[in-house]
């Protein structure tokens, strides 16, 4: 497994009804958290035909250093409980790691930090440690 020393760029997907308003909401969330401010940011597509402009398809987060991970985990598993609808958070390293999040496993936020301690130990014990 590779470590987390460096920033490492993670993709947040949002999957459900209306997927890209979703994202867009879940970006602003995340913008809010001191640990990923300047972090985060929004990777659009290409706008289909008959559509006005390019949507937000998911975002990217380096992550890293000083628990970014774990403040990233409780905030989209905070966001989750806040929703209505019935939507899933995937986040992915380009190696293949990967943790699914959705409103029943948000209501637990540390059955995920357990999974994201197993996937990403590096990113924890730093956080542990700070």
């Not at 490492?8 to 979703?22: I, R, S, T, W, Y």
């Not at 000083?66 to 990233?72: D, K, N, S």
């Not at 899933?88 to 999974?115: F, N, Q, Y």
């Amino acid at each position: 497994m590779s470590e987390m020393s460096d920033p490492v760029d993670l993709q947040v997907v949002v999957e459900g009804a209306e997927a890209a308003p979703h994202t867009v909401a879940l970006f602003n969330w995340l913008g809010l958290e001191d640990e990923l401010r300047g972090r985060v940011r929004p990777q659009r597509r290409a706008p289909e035909p008959g559509e006005m402009g390019a949507s937000v398809e998911l975002l990217t987060v380096a992550v890293g250093s000083g628990g970014a991970m774990v403040v990233l985990i409780q905030s989209v598993c905070t966001w989750l409980t806040s929703r209505r609808a019935d939507v899933k958070v995937t986040i992915s390293a380009a190696d293949g790691r990967r943790i699914e999040v959705d409103i029943h496993r948000a209501a637990d936020p540390m059955a995920v930090l357990r999974e994201v301690a197993e996937q990403f130990p590096a990113a924890v014990e730093r956080h542990s440690e700070s």
